[in-house]
Nanobody, 124 residues
Framework: EVQLQASGGGLVQAGGSLRLSCAVYRFAFDDYAIGWFRQAPGKERESVSC????????YYVDSVKGRFTISSDNAKNTVFLQMNSLKPEDTAVYYC?????????????????WGKGTQVTVSS
């Protein structure tokens, strides 16, 4: 069974940084992709970023471009989301998910397995 474990969330002041990690077990990341989503209270879940395990294609939602960076350690089946210059509107539960692929201009597609999420809270 595929499992994802997200970690690294916490409470940070506006302008601060956090680094999220998503460890994926029993999943061939080299052939697929990993995506990050977030869901704020009262809002729908939105795609934030993704990375392809096969060719390194990445995607970012416009609101995080220039602030967030996604990367991967394929040998460890782990994906990271470095979040800098955090804003209060980044406050949400962040989830990682397996995906069939990652499109540079459209994000992840074919999401299947989800982790439990990690809370990110940015205070003003």
């Amino acid at each position: 069974e595929v499992q994802l474990q997200a970690s690294g969330g916490g409470l940070v002041q506006a302008g601060g940084s956090l680094r999220l990690s998503c460890a994926v077990y029993r999943f061939a990341f080299d052939d697929y992709a990993i995506g990050w989503f977030r869901q704020a209270p009262g809002k729908e879940r939105e795609s934030v970023s993704c990375i392809s395990g096969s060719d390194g294609t990445t995607y970012y939602v416009d609101s995080v471009k220039g602030r967030f960076t996604i990367s991967s350690d394929n040998a460890k089946n782990t994906v990271f989301l470095q979040m800098n210059s955090l804003k209060p509107e980044d406050t949400a539960v962040y989830y990682c998910t397996t995906a069939w692929g990652c499109r540079q201009n459209a994000g992840p597609y074919g999401m299947e397995h989800w982790g439990k999420g990690t809370q990110v809270t940015v205070s003003s």
